[in-house]
């Protein structure tokens, strides 16, 4: 082989790798910047439902009108909790397994079941076209029917 077809070769190889690498790197800051993008809008929302599960006459205006200011602050606070876990799970920080556990606890208080039985079905909404979303959302809805209150409130 000739010197220069060997240093084409080589000049070639590099810019190749340095493409590879290049589009590689594009892939990870775009994914990152989602990764924070999310992070940012849960942030909104976690200090809205603290804002509203805490301040009755900011939760007046937002309220359903068949429900009464105070218990739709409970839920609200009921719902922060359930965001906390949905995060945490989005996040990869509850260990393969745990979730039902997780989803268990939360059931065992009756305003995040009460909070469950009325907007649960807005959640399974809220998580079409995502697949962990749908999961979590399984996953509680399951929690929230074979709790045992739950189970003798149904009979």
């Known amino acids: 082989m000739k010197l220069t077809t060997a240093v084409l070769a080589a000049a070639a190889a590099v810019s190749l790798t340095t493409a590879v690498v290049g589009a590689t790197r594009l892939r990870q800051d775009a994914r990152h910047q989602a990764e924070r993008n999310e992070a940012f809008l849960t942030r909104n929302q976690l200090d809205w439902l603290a804002q509203m ?16 200011v105070e218990e739709y602050m ?36 009756d305003v995040c079941r009460r909070y469950w039985q009325r907007f649960g079905g ?25 709790h045992p209150r739950a189970q003798a409130a149904a009979a």
């Open 74 to 109: 409970q839920l609200l606070a009921a719902n922060r909790l359930i965001c906390i876990l949905s995060v945490r799970d989005r996040l990869g920080f509850v260990r393969a397994g745990h979730l039902p556990w997780y989803a268990a606890k939360l059931m065992e208080s």
């Open 122 to 146: 807005l959640r399974a909404e809220e998580a079409e076209g995502d697949e962990q979303g749908k999961h979590f959302t399984r996953v509680l809805d399951r929690a929230a029917k074979h």
């Open 53 to 68: 599960s805490t301040n009755p006459d900011l939760a007046k205006l937002w309220a359903p009108e068949d429900m009464d």
